[in-house]
């Protein structure tokens, strides 16, 4: 990836689209799930406008996928705080493989009601953690807090998440 980030950084354009191409799609998902996915190609055309731009900034400290991750997570936020408005997002997964096809896509539905619901910046960490597996570690890093604030905003978005699930009539069970 390194030789990649160099060639990108003297201007080589094939560099650029093969970075484009080893990471778009993880882009696009982090901007489908935070913006909406109405909203998420324009969101990664602009990831990939400002990453592009800014490719100086990445001094190597951190794994470049995770200051790509950075700015896709920020890109989306201030989009939606552009916009001043929730969006719903799609799962790509389904919650309780053992519940029937029905139910199943109700448990989905339900979820994706709740998780637009939650304030944007919780909701991301929670799907950073939750569905990409992000360590505290690297979500720290992706977005610039310290490890135990993700711990406790973490906490805090899955205390709001069941608060709207039990809203929507779901109970622990």
């Known amino acids: 990836m390194a030789s990649i980030i160099l060639a990108c950084r003297q201007g080589n354009m094939a560099a650029r689209c093969q970075l484009?191409?080893?990471?778009?799609?993880?882009?696009?998902?982090?901007?489908?799930?935070?913006?909406?996915?109405?909203?998420?190609?324009?969101?990664?055309?602009?990831?990939?406008?400002?990453?592009?731009?800014?490719?100086?900034?990445f001094d190597g400290r951190s794994r470049f996928e995770t200051w790509l991750h950075r700015l896709a997570v920020n890109e989306a936020l201030q989009h939606l705080r552009r916009n001043r408005r929730h969006k719903h997002s799609d799962l790509d997964w389904e919650p309780e493989a053992t519940a029937s096809g029905g139910e199943q896509s109700e448990q989905k539905e339900a979820l994706e009601r709740a998780l637009a619901k939650i304030d944007p910046e919780l909701k991301s960490i929670f799907l950073l953690r939750e569905l990409e597996d992000f360590s505290y570690h690297d979500i720290a890093m992706a977005l610039h807090i310290p490890e135990g604030t993700v711990g406790s905003r973490l906490n805090r978005a899955r205390r709001e998440l069941k608060r709207q699930l039990q809203d929507l009539g779901y109970s622990d069970k």
Do not use: M, N, T
């Open 20 to 57: 484009y191409e080893a990471c778009s799609e993880h882009v696009f998902r982090v901007a489908a799930r935070i913006a909406g996915p109405q909203d998420a190609a324009d969101v990664a055309q602009q990831v990939f406008l400002q990453a592009f731009r800014s490719l100086d900034k």
